[in-house]
């Protein structure tokens, strides 16, 4: 993959992939934890659809495992939990290797997937890369599905070809407070306002302040709040 594709191409388990196993970021722990928040961000695109409590737990647990907030053990009882829900609903054939046609049970496989196979936690798939591709191609049908997750994926991982230098001197009291706010309330539509914060603190790389300034989507992961919050 080159840089132009990474920018333009529409094509999310195509980037997961190079990730993986062309550059390695996600290979890193800040990259696995990003990858593991990517999945529950394209979760929470179809929130409406995990309607039974087993799977709405499944990605928040994910979500506090990322940051370190729960444990191992919380995490596998929390996918263990979707997986026997899956299980009890008969209509649903217990096999990861066949893609449903069924939304909501795409969705389902997804909360699985982010509590327990988004990081490359082998144990049914046969690679790390196919894992966290599943997520992307059962709710990525769509093109405009396609495409969000895409912008998801260079909202969470940058530029791997070009990493945006960051100066310790933009990490002032106001940009690192906004940035931490943005984090906790999950409200990145004020994304902006973090890009003047950062313009007052001396901030003129226009990647950084480019994207935040994007219309998105964004979520937890981002790497510009990320680096002000020193998670990488």
């Not at 499944?58 to 444990?71: H, L, M, P, S, Y």
């Not at 009882?77 to 893609?99: G, K, S, Y």
Request: hydrophobic share 40%; with cysteine; net charge neutral.
């Amino acid at each position: 993959m080159t840089e132009q594709e990474w920018s333009a191409r529409p094509a999310p388990w195509a980037m997961v992939t190079h990730l993986l196993n062309r550059c390695g970021t996600a290979r890193t722990k800040a990259g696995r934890r990003k990858l593991r928040l990517f999945g529950c961000a394209c979760c929470r695109r179809v929130w409406h659809l995990l309607t039974h409590p087993t799977a709405r737990v499944a990605v928040e647990t994910a979500e506090r495992f990322a940051d370190g907030q729960t444990t191992q053990a919380e995490l596998d009882n929390a996918a263990r939990q979707v997986e026997e829900a899956l299980d009890a609903d008969r209509r649903i054939p217990w096999d990861l290797r066949q893609p449903r046609d069924d939304r909501t049970t795409q969705a389902y496989y997804a909360a699985w997937i982010a509590a327990g196979k988004v990081c490359g936690k082998a144990a049914r798939a046969a690679s790390a890369s196919s894992e966290a591709g599943i997520v992307f191609r059962w709710l990525g049908g769509e093109a405009a599905e396609v495409e969000a997750q895409a912008r998801l994926l260079r909202c969470t991982f940058g530029n791997p070809f070009r990493p945006a230098a960051f100066s310790s001197t933009w990490r002032t009291g106001s940009a690192v407070s906004i940035a931490r706010q943005l984090y906790e309330s999950r409200d990145f539509l004020t994304l902006p306002i973090l890009a003047d914060a950062l313009q007052d603190a001396g901030c003129d790389n226009d990647d950084i302040l480019d994207h935040c300034r994007a219309p998105g989507p964004h979520d937890r992961g981002c790497w510009v709040v990320d680096q002000l919050l020193q998670k990488e």
